[in-house]
């Protein structure tokens, strides 16, 4: 990998970690986003949907690192769907396009584990070729197959990370500590269900590790942290990091049920999503389990970080904002 690397998507949480990291290593960053820059510092303002390519983003770049898209929304509307295919695809191709003509040699594309469906193998691996169930899902998984399939660039790979945690305000996880911390969310029953994660800094490691592998050309590697996380686990490790003591009762399954069947009236009524109806009991109780045992053998990769071990960092972090 030369010394001028491309990060797409460079304000966000996971781009912001992985120029720190890539800068450290002593690449020269030129960075992507939408918000207002200063192209003199090698940094370029693109609307991934809207715009084409700014002059001169590829000038002097050998590797690429793409994260910029639309993020998953909760309750998926039309409009949602038509601008996942705007962004995680068709904004896709034009910098696939722009990198060919400026003879890039590699692109790391960050997809999702949501970019294929579920599967009754467990943990769900690469091998799962079900299709995506959501237009986020479906976005992805057509920006992969330009990534990999339409011959843009000589060595294409696939990241697909499972959910992220580390130092941020953003997200499902940062909204269930500040809900803990608040007595707002109710101790589950233990579901025994099996949720992957990985930290930000895994993931990051793992994408420089598969742009610097001539071994990852081509291929698709999911990223966890090696460990499978119940809700009751995670509710649990939570107040332990917040220096609450344990619970030893859980909120009856009949009520989550009665509770959630009356959420789903509630938005029939009201023409929205209502904050906790069957479709978020399901999230909380089932399971999104993976494997990443793949890059693990053929990359070398080995995770660092725990979820427990980071709580309490984590907890900190949003302490201090």
Not at 155 to 177: A, C, E, F, H
Request: hydrophobic share 40%; glycine share 10%; proline share 5%.
């Amino acid at each position: 990998m030369s010394k001028v690397v491309l990060v797409t998507g460079a304000t966000g949480f996971i781009g912001t970690r992985l120029c720190q990291a890539l800068r450290a290593r002593g690449f020269i960053v030129k960075t992507l986003s939408r918000v207002a820059v200063n192209a003199q510092a090698g940094e370029f303002q693109m609307d991934l949907a809207n715009d084409e390519c700014p002059v001169g983003l590829f000038d002097g770049v050998d590797t690429v690192f793409h994260l910029a898209g639309i993020a998953h929304a909760v309750a998926e509307k039309r409009e949602d769907e038509i601008l996942y295919r705007q962004v995680n695809a068709d904004g896709t191709r034009k910098l696939l396009e722009a990198a060919k003509l400026a003879g890039v040699k590699r692109f790391v594309f960050f997809s999702s584990v949501k970019a294929v469906g579920e599967s009754g193998l467990q943990p769900m691996d690469e091998s799962v070729a079900a299709p995506a169930d959501t237009g986020y899902g479906q976005s992805k998984f057509a920006a992969e197959q330009l990534v990999l399939q339409g011959g843009y660039v000589p060595q294409p790979v696939v990241i697909r990370p499972s959910m992220v945690y580390g130092n941020t305000d953003k997200g499902n996880l940062s909204r269930m500590i500040m809900a803990v911390r608040r007595g707002l969310f109710p101790p589950l029953p233990e579901f025994h269900n099996r949720r992957s994660m990985v930290h930000v800094d895994d993931l990051v490691r793992a994408a420089v590790l598969a742009a610097e592998n001539a071994k990852a050309s081509g291929q698709i590697y999911i990223v966890t942290d090696g460990q499978a996380y119940s809700t009751r686990q995670i509710h649990d490790s939570i107040r332990s990091a917040l220096g609450k003591p344990p619970i030893g009762w859980t909120v009856p399954c009949g009520l989550l049920t009665v509770l959630a069947k009356t959420g789903d009236i509630i938005g029939r009524v009201i023409g929205r999503r209502f904050f906790f109806d069957s479709a978020a009991l399901r999230k909380l109780t089932g399971s999104a389990w993976y494997s990443s045992a793949k890059i693990e053998r053929e990359l070398g990769f080995k995770p660092q970080h725990t979820l427990p071990q980071t709580l309490p960092d984590i907890v900190r972090f949003l302490n201090s904002n």
